[in-house]
């Protein structure tokens, strides 16, 4: 019994350390699949503006874990858009992307939402990806509580 106690009071102090260090909002960068890619690599995807059906990878290239920094700023839509800063491991994924996936499109989420497709037009090896709008308020809030704005320092580690 007494046992029993002491792993439910580790427990106890244990679970509040793991919930901090979540992130609060997602970010995720998806490649354009190849349209020969069975169900278990890719799935479709139908853009309103295009019309057209679209396959997307099902897995990330580029997640919340790769951002250090962002910078956002208020889009002439009424919404917000934002520059994200990604770390040593983010900025070579994105490099690669930018070199092999030349003339393709990249799917960017956030909070599971699609925002963006960007076209890779050029080499991007200065880790940044530019969100132009489609963040929301609540959007930019989560971002603050996960991630620090370019120009500060970085987050002291508890």
Not at 122 to 127: A, E, F, I, Y
Request: positive net charge.
């Amino acid at each position: 019994m007494k046992t029993l106690c002491v792993i439910a009071l580790c427990l106890l102090f244990a679970l509040p350390d793991g919930f901090a260090k979540q992130r609060h909002c997602t970010f995720r960068v998806h490649a354009q699949a190849n349209q020969r890619d069975t169900e278990v690599f890719a799935t479709s995807l139908r853009p309103e503006t295009s019309g057209k059906g679209l396959s997307i990878e099902k897995m990330p290239w580029i997640s919340e874990h790769d951002v250090t920094a962002f910078s956002p700023y208020q889009a002439q839509n009424g919404t917000y858009g934002a520059l994200i800063q990604l770390d040593e491991h983010g900025r070579t994924v994105l490099d690669t992307l930018s070199v092999e996936r030349r003339g393709r499109l990249l799917f960017v989420f956030v909070n599971s939402r699609l925002i963006t497709a960007l076209q890779v037009d050029k080499r991007v090896s200065d880790g940044k990806i530019y969100i132009p709008a489609g963040l929301t308020a609540t959007d930019m809030e989560l971002m603050k509580k996960s991630w620090r704005l370019i120009g500060q320092q970085q987050r002291q580690l508890r």
